[in-house]
């Protein structure tokens, strides 16, 4: 046998979390077909991986990528960071099924603007995306918030019987087209006024197709813990797994709450199903609203329609330069984004390094002044926080954005490095891969991420994407959900 590419000499780490240990991959098609000691075997190209990790490729477990898929299909933001699945449609916030006229509301401009949603069917976009392919491959929630976008005339009311019946109905024909579930954003106003009944009955049509429930919690400050709760009723109720998105404590009197969080996860684990990602910086990123800014120590401008060169600045500076208090400031400023710093350091690191604990960049490609989460958020776990704090071993930070992700999303064959399991790999420098993206500048590409390869071709190397875009839409499968501990 003549295999295409052998990667040899290199360290494996494969995504199990199992230790380190030196051995070549040989590549043939897409899958992975050889691991071992491969000096005498034949191939295309031999690529010499001395002193290098081989890992499977990261799954980003939470992401706004839904139109950046079709729209930068090179998304060296995420090919940058060895990311080679892309998991969208998170916090309600989907870019299908809505067919859009007008501008979207907040938070829906995070994802584009009116042009972006253009797909009435969640199988549509995923034709979109099977027709002119991106680099990574994707699979996609459905936001509730869309639903309700697609549905209700007002969002500042519960959803009435007949828009409960008919956002069922749109959602159990995304799942049937292959969503993997349904997502919430019950912080933001399209869906703050859904009661948990609405979003049982609703994740109960998700569960039906097997599917799982990610949700942005209705509070993230001083109601956090009362959220979880609802999170986790929703989960029996609706008997679906629950993925807690982006988990964190907001705001200086809510720090340490997590530590109480993840003990309630813990317990209530051992009767439901629950995942959760979080990504590492004490910083959040959204639409500018005053809730957000209270809750926080200092706040930049991510982006703004009316005052664009307020992008990367800080709020508190503007708004005494313009002599505005800041809620005027806030108001001059929408629509915009915001970047909040509102969490502890502590939390963060307690968050991460729970061992269930998925990793998820949140980033928010649209911005044109992002979080540096967009470009940096993989290599900070490895480098930052497994390298030099050593806050978990290597093994087990590949772990939580390899393995674990897939196994939560019921990505199969993906998340190992295995003979038959796609070739989805990253290949990178243990001693020198850290995140180079941060506040000031934050679209800057991280060190030591080598090459990337998704389903077996190489998509960055050289410190560039190469072009090639082998990514796929993924559908749900739901014999491959898998959560056990
Ligand atoms: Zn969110
Ligand atoms: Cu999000």
Redesign the pocket.
Known sequence: MIYDTILHGGSLIDGTGAAVRAADVAIAGDRIAAIGDLGAAQAGSRIDCTGRVVSPGFVDAHTHDDAALLDFPDLPMKTSQGVTTVVAG??GTSLAPVDLDREPPPPFDLLGGRAAYRFKRFGDWRKALAETPAAVNSIGLIGHSALRLGTMDRFDRPADAGEILAMAKMLDGAMREGAVGLST?LFYAPARMAPTRELVELARVASAAGGLYAT?LRNEADYLEEAVEEALAIGIAADLPVVL??HKAAGKSNHGKVATTLARIDAARKTQRIALDVYPYVASS?VLTGDRVRNSAKVLISWSKPIPEAQGRDLAELAAERGLDIEAMCAALQPAGGIFFMMDEDDVRRVLAWPEAMVGS?GLPHDTHPHPRLWGTFPRVLGHYARDLKLFPLEEAVRKMTSLPARRFGLKDRGVLRAGAFADIAVFDAASVLDQANFAEPKRVASGIERVFVNGTCVWQNGTPTGARPGRALALDRAALDYAA
């Open positions: 998170n916090c954003g942005h998105s982006h959204t949140d």
